[in-house]
């Protein structure tokens, strides 16, 4: 078989892709789609997704990938602000979204695969094309291939999730060809991804978020056979691994740990070896958790930290990670970091400080339509998202948390990821989110929400004393709350603003 997607029962070539692409792309110019346009996308990660983005990069017009999760009024936002002329959805979004689109977008409509509708619990009247869309499909079977040469590409318009305010539209300048070849290099050496017809990627992580689109475009463009899993499940993705041989995957710490809570026979049933290269990012790993993954995985797994600002600026493969236990790695070839205080003055070794980024061979950015937010986060080229830590003796960053979801409980600094990596660890606990709510004394306490494992019998009292075993007393949450379900995203991002929102709201304040 050639390469190309599998996904579900169904297999479409790079070469279909391609070639679906270009009639995306005649057909989009024609309705007047160019340079420095936008065309939104709301798509779970499906044959049209490449469709899209390939089209776009042809018209030197950015794709605008909307999160499947948002409601129609953060729909609307996104497709204003990036001044998107056309959106492309699958059919069950944009009943998700009725009314949210504005007035002149032009709307496509993508069938929402037997797969994808299964996993999501999609009910058959969301499967139908709502009237005023067109099918996709149909649109680009009609649509006269583009035969010119591609403009310069100008990639994605990620917007950023935003612990506050509006999400924020990375707007890129166009990629210089020396740029486009550099970055092929960096996807070899932090991904693992290269010519290959051996390799088999896994792609599990939605494409509206930078890091998982990053890793999939550059599959698509080396040819690189890939599997799609609609959602992520734990035994599922290690039954396809088995199944089709996967050789290299981006996924999140928080699958690591449900993959660790699977039963041991559960694990033992399913052949990992053909894994070659893992990389995983966009969230602290606990080290436990990724040395229980090495035992279990083999040298595979690798770590990188960056940002949709700045692109991988950071990285570090496994022996690393056993030797330096929490790091997210050393500086990688022509990447910029410095770590600063409050004053924008280097801090000395092993002092922690705000960190400031630049990754190599990416062009410049400013935020879509907000240029002084952009300045806000400058410290002359290099830019900072609000992670705060150190570097040790040998070069190795370690990070302690975002600045914005620091703690300061009576004028102390607490830092919630150190609390998470060890609650993660307590038997019974799924996962869980540590952040600071209101307190009248100290300005701010310490609240936990747990999700607990099947069955596990966990209370308030056992929490806090499993935590006082580990941590200094201060950091020991004084609320501690139970969810059967935290709120996330597919990527397994805990929506920790949905949590922490209310009891701000209750107290009338914000900090």
Wanted: charge should be negative; aromatic fraction near 8%; proline fraction near 7%.
């Amino acid at each position: 078989m050639s390469a190309g997607v599998t996904a579900g029962e169904r297999f479409r070539s790079w070469a279909e892709i391609q070639a679906n692409a270009a009639r995306a792309a005649g057909g989009l110019e024609a309705l007047g789609v160019g340079e420095n346009g936008s065309v939104a996308l709301m798509l779970r990660n499906d044959f049209a997704t490449f469709d899209v983005n390939m089209a776009a990069s042809q018209l030197g017009a950015y794709a605008v990938p909307i999160n499947w999760h948002f409601t129609p009024e953060e729909a609307n936002y996104i497709l204003r602000d990036s001044g998107a002329s056309v959106l492309v959805a699958h059919t069950d979004l944009l009943a998700q979204i009725a009314g949210g689109v504005p007035d002149g977008v032009k709307v496509f409509a993508v069938p929402t695969p037997d797969e994808i509708a299964a996993a999501y619990g999609v009910t058959p009247e969301k499967l139908r094309v709502p009237a005023g869309a067109e099918a996709w499909d149909g649109f680009v079977a009609a649509s006269a291939p583009r035969t010119q040469p591609p403009r310069p590409s100008r990639g994605s318009m990620i917007y950023t999730s935003g612990t506050t305010g509006r999400p924020k539209g990375v707007r890129r300048q166009p990629s210089t060809p020396e740029q486009q070849a550099a970055g092929a290099q960096e996807a070899a050496l932090f991904w693992g991804l290269a010519p290959d017809p051996a390799t088999v990627v896994l792609m599990n992580g939605p494409m509206y978020h930078s890091a998982p689109a990053a890793y999939g475009m550059a599959s698509a463009r080396l040819g690189l056979h890939m599997v799609v899993q609609p959602r992520f499940e734990a035994e599922d993705m290690l039954r396809l691994i088995a199944a089709h041989g996967i050789t290299h995957m981006h996924i999140v710490p928080t699958m690591f740990v449900r993959l660790l809570r699977l039963p041991a026979d559960v694990r033992a049933r399913y052949d990992v070896s053909s894994l070659r290269f893992v990389s995983h990012g966009a969230a602290p790993c606990a080290p436990a958790v990724k040395r229980q993954m090495i035992e279990w995985w083999g040298p595979v797994i690798n770590e990188y930290y960056g940002a949709t600002e700045t692109g991988v600026v950071v990285w570090h493969g496994a022996e690393e990670a056993l030797r330096k236990p929490g790091t997210v790695g050393r500086l990688v070839p022509g990447g910029i970091l410095r770590i600063v205080d409050e004053e924008g003055r280097d801090v000395k070794q092993g002092e922690v400080g705000e960190i400031y980024l630049r990754g190599p061979h990416l062009s410049e950015f400013t935020y879509n339509n907000d240029h002084a937010k952009r300045q806000e986060i400058s410290l002359g080229q290099l830019v900072t998202v609000g992670d705060v830590g150190y570097l040790d003796a040998d070069g190795f960053l370690f990070l302690c948390d975002r600045k914005r979801d620091m703690i300061i409980s009576g004028g102390v600094n607490i830092y919630p990821a150190e609390i998470e990596s060890v609650l993660i660890q307590m038997p019974g606990v799924r996962d869980c989110a540590v952040f600071g709510i209101p307190d009248e004394e100290f300005g701010e306490q310490i609240c936990a929400h747990v999700e607990p494992a099947n069955d596990a019998a966990l209370d308030a009292a056992a929490v806090r004393a499993y935590l006082a075993e580990h941590l200094a007393r201060y950091k020991v949450p004084r609320v501690v709350e139970f969810s059967a379900a935290l709120p996330r995203e597919d990527s397994g991002k805990i929506f920790k603003r949905k949590l922490r929102a209310p009891y701000w709201e209750k107290a009338g304040r914000s900090i």
